[in-house]
């Protein structure tokens, strides 16, 4: 208990640990509890979304539809990526383009871009949410798998926002960046994967600071969730840990939200927060922590 902790016998570190702990919960309640999202602020907006054809992507692109935003959307596989295409429409997205890319390919990011200048005439959000995955446990045989999903999960993140930062700078728009949790606190069987997600992180921790002393008024807002609520993503941990996904409209909903009130982080489930600010201290709370929460077991040898 909090007065066991505090009370003068007490342990100094473990009552400054639980005093810390009680300071984080109140401003999580604080922030969380603001709440300035405007719906209609999205409705005529421009928006570039990546990796729409299943799970929080598409989510995120049927939330859009129905508060009328404008869209441009894209994926890897053309016949998934058109029935979400269609979906929007029903839902009352007013203007809905499509094109298929690979973001393995580095010369699709600048080209996915350019097509979405020329169909939308600008714009104000760019949301990167596409993902390459590699089944987790299986250790790094070699330098081309990691590429490949440096490619997918860094490189082209950075190419895509090389190539629409001066239109989101003309209509003071925003970068919005879907990440996970293994790119804030590593954890076992997931090097490669973890590497790009905390490349991502510092990149966009470090782009967002250049912008601002550039006075270049362009929100970036860092999306930290948990497992993904869609096969693929289930598939890939099969066997490594029994976490339960984030359910997918809902953490699309926070991704929408943290994005359009300019957040410069959301974290979903909000407990991830936490064990983010656990990362550079307390660091075997931090490894308890991480096992509970993920429940890792160890796979068998590939």
Wanted: glycine content about 8%; overall charge positive.
């Amino acid at each position: 208990p909090v007065w066991a902790a505090l009370s003068p016998t007490a342990d100094p570190g473990r009552a400054m640990k639980v005093l810390l702990l009680t300071g984080l919960g109140a401003l999580f309640f604080a922030y969380y509890w603001d709440d300035n999202f405007d719906p209609a602020s999205l409705q005529g907006a421009r928006v570039l979304l990546t990796g729409v054809s299943a799970g929080i992507g598409e989510e995120l692109a049927y939330h859009y539809a129905r508060l009328g935003s404008h869209l441009v959307l894209t994926a890897h596989t053309k016949a998934l990526l058109q029935q979400v295409v269609g979906n929007c429409r029903k839902l009352g997205a007013p203007k809905v383009f499509y094109i298929a890319a690979d973001m393995a390919s580095p010369e699709v990011p600048e080209r996915v871009v350019q097509f979405a200048l020329d169909k939308l005439g600008g714009l104000d959000y760019l949301v990167l949410n596409h993902l390459g995955t590699a089944p987790a446990g299986t250790r790094v045989r070699s330098s081309q798998s990691t590429r490949w999903l440096m490619q997918v999960n860094f490189l082209s993140y950075v190419q895509l926002t090389s190539s629409a930062l001066p239109s989101l700078a003309d209509s003071k728009g925003s970068l919005v960046v879907v990440s996970s949790l293994l790119g804030q606190v590593p954890t076992s069987f997931s090097s490669p994967y973890s590497a790009a997600k905390f490349a991502l992180d510092s990149f966009f921790s470090s782009l967002r600071r250049e912008l601002d002393m550039q006075e270049v008024n362009v929100a970036i807002t860092m999306c930290v969730l948990g497992l993904r609520d869609h096969a693929s993503a289930a598939e890939g941990v099969r066997g490594i840990t029994r976490v339960k996904a984030a359910p997918g409209p809902k953490a699309a909903l926070a991704v929408i939200r943290g994005g359009a009130t300019r957040a410069s982080g959301v974290f979903y489930p909000w407990r991830f927060h936490l064990l983010c600010l656990l990362r550079s201290w307390m660091p075997h709370s931090r490894a308890w922590f991480v096992r509970q929460e993920l429940n890792i077991t160890t796979p068998a040898a590939v």
